[in-house]
């Protein structure tokens, strides 16, 4: 038969036929081998397994750290309250002994002028004491970081502490409330004390209250007693160029004092 494929010889051995291979299978061969090839030429790629893990981790320090942070805000926000200093304090008088005739003859102590309304004041007063200390006193919400990091540059580049990045409401729950120490804790509780004030008042009324409280030089606290001490009369009836006098006294009070530069 035709289909037999194996057959005897003379001498009775059995011969095998090779066996045929066709060319289609050849071919699937060789596609293989060069597909292995060029997938092992091919840059191995991180697994995702090691990215999720890498990225959980970060999300776990995270979680961590804003935990860690909580809970020192909330230890020292605890502690102000305990302590009482969620009270603003009245200011504490002076002493001014007068002759007959009116004539100050001695003088002991702080002295503050009567509460000035904001309504009150010439705009350019509460606008020039803004531009010399916090030009965004009315975007923030009781912190600049804006300004903060501007000054982390300048005193980096300095090298020495040569500009401030508090904001006008800082300023504020420091005079208010805090000794002038230079702690990490204390800068922590002005923090604190800043969110406070603008979560209770309005920033006209922080305004005021800064107005009416800060130091202005020779022994004058708020806008009213500097405008009495240097120019002889009331706030609300002070120039612009004597408004910018002032709002310039805010940087250095004691060292920049018209009173250092009178005549004897």
Do not use: C
Not at 6 to 32: C, D, H, I, M
Not at 74 to 80: F, K, N, Q, R, V
Not at 205 to 231: D, H, K, P, Q, T
Request: no cysteine.
């Amino acid at each position: 038969m035709g289909s037999v494929r194996s057959s005897k010889t003379s001498r009775g051995k059995q011969r095998v036929e090779p066996k045929l291979f066709s060319g289609r299978s050849r071919s699937a061969k060789a596609s293989k081998t060069s597909r292995i090839s060029r997938t092992s030429t091919r840059p191995v790629r991180p697994r995702r397994g090691f990215v999720a893990s890498l990225l959980r981790k970060v999300l776990l320090l995270g979680a961590f750290g804003a935990f860690g942070l909580a809970a020192v805000f909330g230890y020292i926000w605890l502690s102000l309250n305990e302590n009482g200093l969620l009270t603003i304090p009245d200011r504490e008088p002076g002493v001014l002994v007068l002759a007959a005739d009116g004539t100050v003859l001695a003088e002991q102590g702080a002295f503050n002028g009567d509460e000035a309304r904001l309504s009150e004041l010439p705009s350019y007063v509460p606008n020039a004491v803004i531009a010399i200390e916090d030009r965004r006193f009315y975007g923030h919400f009781g912190v600049d970081p804006i300004g903060l990091a501007r000054a982390i540059y300048v005193n980096y580049r300095a090298g020495r502490l040569v500009q401030g990045g508090s904001t006008l409401t800082q300023q504020l729950a420091k005079n208010l409330f805090l000794k002038p120490d230079r702690t990490l804790e204390r800068k922590v509780q002005e923090l604190l004390l800043a969110f406070w004030l603008e979560h209770k008042y309005s920033k006209d009324a922080i305004l005021e209250m800064y107005l009416n409280r800060v130091y202005f030089g020779s022994g004058a606290y708020g806008v009213e007693a500097a405008s009495r001490r240097y120019f002889n009369k009331p706030a609300r009836d002070v120039t612009l160029a004597e408004a910018a006098l002032l709002a310039g006294l805010l940087k250095a009070p004691t060292r920049l004092s018209p009173a250092r530069f009178a005549p004897p």
